[in-house]
Protein backbone atom coordinates (compact mmCIF):
# COMPACT_ATOMS: atom_id res chain seq x y z
CA UNK A 1 0.00 0.00 0.00
CA UNK A 2 0.45 3.79 -0.15
CA UNK A 3 1.73 4.03 -3.83
CA UNK A 4 2.42 7.21 -5.38
CA UNK A 5 2.98 8.04 -9.29
CA UNK A 6 4.16 10.31 -11.02
CA UNK A 7 3.64 11.24 -14.87
CA UNK A 8 5.60 12.23 -17.23
CA UNK A 9 8.94 10.34 -15.55
CA UNK A 10 10.94 12.65 -17.92
CA UNK A 11 10.71 15.63 -20.30
CA UNK A 12 12.93 17.46 -22.24
CA UNK A 13 11.11 20.89 -23.15
CA UNK A 14 12.26 24.08 -24.77
CA UNK A 15 13.04 27.43 -23.10
CA UNK A 16 10.22 29.71 -22.47
CA UNK A 17 7.51 26.72 -22.54
CA UNK A 18 5.45 25.02 -19.66
CA UNK A 19 5.77 21.77 -18.41
CA UNK A 20 3.16 19.76 -16.18
CA UNK A 21 3.79 17.33 -13.87
CA UNK A 22 1.02 15.22 -12.20
CA UNK A 23 1.58 13.01 -8.83
CA UNK A 24 -0.84 10.40 -7.84
CA UNK A 25 -1.68 8.91 -4.63
CA UNK A 26 -2.78 5.05 -6.62
CA UNK A 27 -4.54 3.20 -3.31
CA UNK A 28 -4.87 5.97 -0.70
CA UNK A 29 -6.46 9.47 -0.11
CA UNK A 30 -3.95 12.32 0.18
CA UNK A 31 -5.14 15.22 2.04
CA UNK A 32 -1.58 16.68 2.25
CA UNK A 33 0.90 16.58 -0.87
CA UNK A 34 4.23 18.01 -0.82
CA UNK A 35 6.67 18.74 -4.05
CA UNK A 36 10.29 18.57 -3.64
CA UNK A 37 13.16 19.57 -6.00
CA UNK A 38 16.30 17.63 -6.00
CA UNK A 39 19.82 18.87 -7.85
CA UNK A 40 22.63 16.39 -9.08
CA UNK A 41 24.17 15.22 -5.92
CA UNK A 42 22.41 17.06 -3.52
CA UNK A 43 19.60 16.39 -1.10
CA UNK A 44 15.50 17.42 -1.68
CA UNK A 45 14.00 20.44 -0.97
CA UNK A 46 10.89 20.85 0.39
CA UNK A 47 8.92 23.35 -2.89
CA UNK A 48 5.43 23.49 -1.43
CA UNK A 49 3.24 21.80 0.62
CA UNK A 50 -0.47 21.32 -1.69
CA UNK A 51 -3.72 20.95 0.69
CA UNK A 52 -6.78 19.44 -1.05
CA UNK A 53 -8.80 21.96 -2.42
CA UNK A 54 -7.04 24.96 -0.97
CA UNK A 55 -3.88 27.19 -1.85
CA UNK A 56 -0.57 25.76 -2.10
CA UNK A 57 1.90 27.10 0.93
CA UNK A 58 4.92 27.49 -0.47
CA UNK A 59 8.38 27.50 0.81
CA UNK A 60 10.53 30.57 1.17
CA UNK A 61 12.94 31.20 -2.11
CA UNK A 62 9.88 29.40 -4.54
CA UNK A 63 7.58 31.55 -6.76
CA UNK A 64 4.39 30.75 -6.76
CA UNK A 65 4.05 32.21 -10.11
CA UNK A 66 6.52 30.15 -11.69
CA UNK A 67 5.54 26.87 -9.95
CA UNK A 68 1.66 26.68 -10.21
CA UNK A 69 0.59 23.96 -7.99
CA UNK A 70 -2.95 22.56 -8.22
CA UNK A 71 -4.63 19.99 -5.71
CA UNK A 72 -8.10 19.17 -7.20
CA UNK A 73 -8.51 15.60 -5.92
CA UNK A 74 -7.37 13.64 -2.94
CA UNK A 75 -5.76 11.29 -5.04
CA UNK A 76 -4.36 14.61 -7.51
CA UNK A 77 -1.78 17.07 -7.66
CA UNK A 78 -0.18 19.04 -10.38
CA UNK A 79 2.87 21.04 -10.59
CA UNK A 80 3.11 23.23 -13.91
CA UNK A 81 7.05 25.13 -13.62
CA UNK A 82 5.38 27.90 -16.58
CA UNK A 83 7.92 29.46 -18.83
CA UNK A 84 10.75 26.82 -17.90
CA UNK A 85 14.18 27.83 -17.92
CA UNK A 86 17.17 26.02 -18.02
CA UNK A 87 18.36 26.92 -14.23
CA UNK A 88 14.87 24.60 -13.64
CA UNK A 89 16.25 21.29 -15.09
CA UNK A 90 16.28 19.08 -12.03
CA UNK A 91 14.65 16.27 -10.52
CA UNK A 92 10.78 17.08 -9.41
CA UNK A 93 9.96 14.28 -6.38
CA UNK A 94 6.32 14.32 -4.75
CA UNK A 95 4.69 12.75 -1.93
CA UNK A 96 1.64 12.05 -0.35
CA UNK A 97 0.92 11.87 3.09
CA UNK A 98 -2.28 9.33 3.76
CA UNK A 99 -4.91 10.91 5.67
CA UNK A 100 -4.71 10.60 9.63
CA UNK A 101 -0.61 9.13 9.24
CA UNK A 102 2.26 10.59 9.86
CA UNK A 103 4.50 9.77 7.13
CA UNK A 104 5.23 10.63 3.85
CA UNK A 105 5.09 8.49 0.50
CA UNK A 106 7.00 9.30 -2.63
CA UNK A 107 6.80 9.05 -6.19
CA UNK A 108 9.56 7.74 -8.37
CA UNK A 109 10.47 11.38 -9.49
CA UNK A 110 10.05 13.51 -12.61
CA UNK A 111 13.39 14.62 -14.44
CA UNK A 112 12.74 18.14 -16.40
CA UNK A 113 15.42 18.46 -18.65
CA UNK A 114 15.11 22.46 -20.11
CA UNK A 115 17.27 23.20 -23.16
CA UNK B 1 15.71 27.41 7.76
CA UNK B 2 16.14 24.44 9.46
CA UNK B 3 18.59 22.23 8.52
CA UNK B 4 19.89 18.61 9.12
CA UNK B 5 23.35 17.62 9.68
CA UNK B 6 24.39 14.08 8.37
CA UNK B 7 27.45 12.45 8.51
CA UNK B 8 29.14 10.55 6.85
CA UNK B 9 28.84 12.28 3.63
CA UNK B 10 30.06 8.70 2.11
CA UNK B 11 31.14 5.11 3.05
CA UNK B 12 33.55 3.03 1.39
CA UNK B 13 33.54 -0.20 3.13
CA UNK B 14 33.85 -4.07 2.73
CA UNK B 15 30.84 -6.87 2.09
CA UNK B 16 29.93 -8.07 5.38
CA UNK B 17 30.70 -4.72 7.41
CA UNK B 18 28.42 -3.28 9.60
CA UNK B 19 27.32 0.71 8.53
CA UNK B 20 26.48 3.66 11.38
CA UNK B 21 25.60 6.93 9.97
CA UNK B 22 23.65 9.56 12.00
CA UNK B 23 21.67 13.09 11.99
CA UNK B 24 21.90 15.71 14.05
CA UNK B 25 19.41 18.86 13.91
CA UNK B 26 19.79 22.36 16.25
CA UNK B 27 15.60 21.98 16.16
CA UNK B 28 13.50 19.61 17.93
CA UNK B 29 11.76 17.06 16.00
CA UNK B 30 8.68 14.71 16.18
CA UNK B 31 9.25 12.34 13.61
CA UNK B 32 12.55 11.14 12.42
CA UNK B 33 12.76 8.78 9.16
CA UNK B 34 14.78 7.15 7.04
CA UNK B 35 14.73 6.61 2.95
CA UNK B 36 17.02 4.94 1.12
CA UNK B 37 17.69 6.31 -2.98
CA UNK B 38 18.83 5.07 -5.94
CA UNK B 39 19.73 6.90 -8.70
CA UNK B 40 17.08 8.14 -11.12
CA UNK B 41 14.26 7.08 -8.64
CA UNK B 42 12.29 8.36 -5.65
CA UNK B 43 13.27 7.92 -1.85
CA UNK B 44 12.09 4.95 -0.25
CA UNK B 45 10.76 4.48 3.32
CA UNK B 46 13.42 2.06 5.20
CA UNK B 47 12.67 3.37 8.90
CA UNK B 48 10.32 5.64 10.42
CA UNK B 49 10.38 6.41 14.44
CA UNK B 50 7.90 8.94 16.59
CA UNK B 51 8.43 8.37 20.29
CA UNK B 52 12.03 9.85 21.32
CA UNK B 53 14.20 7.09 22.73
CA UNK B 54 12.41 4.87 20.13
CA UNK B 55 14.83 2.01 18.92
CA UNK B 56 13.06 0.21 15.91
CA UNK B 57 14.49 -2.15 13.41
CA UNK B 58 13.63 -3.70 9.82
CA UNK B 59 15.76 -6.85 8.67
CA UNK B 60 19.65 -5.24 9.18
CA UNK B 61 18.52 -2.11 9.46
CA UNK B 62 17.95 -0.57 13.20
CA UNK B 63 17.43 3.19 13.92
CA UNK B 64 16.89 5.19 16.91
CA UNK B 65 14.81 8.38 17.59
CA UNK B 66 17.34 10.21 20.48
CA UNK B 67 16.06 10.91 23.39
CA UNK B 68 16.84 14.78 22.94
CA UNK B 69 14.43 14.91 20.07
CA UNK B 70 17.25 16.52 18.00
CA UNK B 71 18.82 13.07 16.80
CA UNK B 72 18.97 9.70 14.85
CA UNK B 73 21.02 6.91 13.78
CA UNK B 74 20.58 3.87 11.23
CA UNK B 75 22.91 0.98 11.45
CA UNK B 76 22.92 -1.35 8.93
CA UNK B 77 24.54 -5.39 9.88
CA UNK B 78 26.04 -6.81 7.69
CA UNK B 79 25.95 -5.12 4.61
CA UNK B 80 25.47 -7.01 1.42
CA UNK B 81 25.81 -5.20 -2.64
CA UNK B 82 22.13 -4.11 -2.68
CA UNK B 83 22.80 -2.13 0.08
CA UNK B 84 24.25 0.63 -2.09
CA UNK B 85 22.45 4.04 -2.67
CA UNK B 86 22.21 7.12 -0.84
CA UNK B 87 20.70 6.65 2.60
CA UNK B 88 18.16 10.42 3.47
CA UNK B 89 17.64 11.40 7.20
CA UNK B 90 14.59 13.10 7.00
CA UNK B 91 12.66 14.81 9.89
CA UNK B 92 9.28 16.55 10.55
CA UNK B 93 6.67 14.56 9.64
CA UNK B 94 2.41 15.05 9.48
CA UNK B 95 1.65 17.98 7.61
CA UNK B 96 4.61 19.65 7.76
CA UNK B 97 6.78 18.95 4.47
CA UNK B 98 10.13 16.99 5.89
CA UNK B 99 13.59 18.51 6.22
CA UNK B 100 16.00 16.10 4.78
CA UNK B 101 19.98 15.84 5.72
CA UNK B 102 22.53 15.97 3.21
CA UNK B 103 22.70 12.00 2.39
CA UNK B 104 25.31 9.18 3.38
CA UNK B 105 26.19 7.55 -0.07
CA UNK B 106 27.30 4.25 0.66
CA UNK B 107 29.77 2.22 -1.70
CA UNK B 108 29.94 -1.35 -1.05
CA UNK B 109 33.18 -3.34 -2.22
CA UNK B 110 33.12 -6.80 -2.78
Known amino acids: GAVVSQHPSWVICKSGTSVKIECRSL??????MFWYRQFPKQSLMLMATSNEGSKATYEQGVEKDKFLINHASLTLSTLTVTSAHPEDSSFYICSGLPSGRETQYFGPGTRLLVL | GQQLNQSPQSMFIQEGEDVSMNCTSSSIFNTWLWYKQEPGEGPVLLIALYKAGELTSNGRLTAQFGITRKDSFLNISASIPSDVGIYFCGAGGGADGLTFGKGTHLIIQP
Open chain 1, 27 to 32: DFQATT
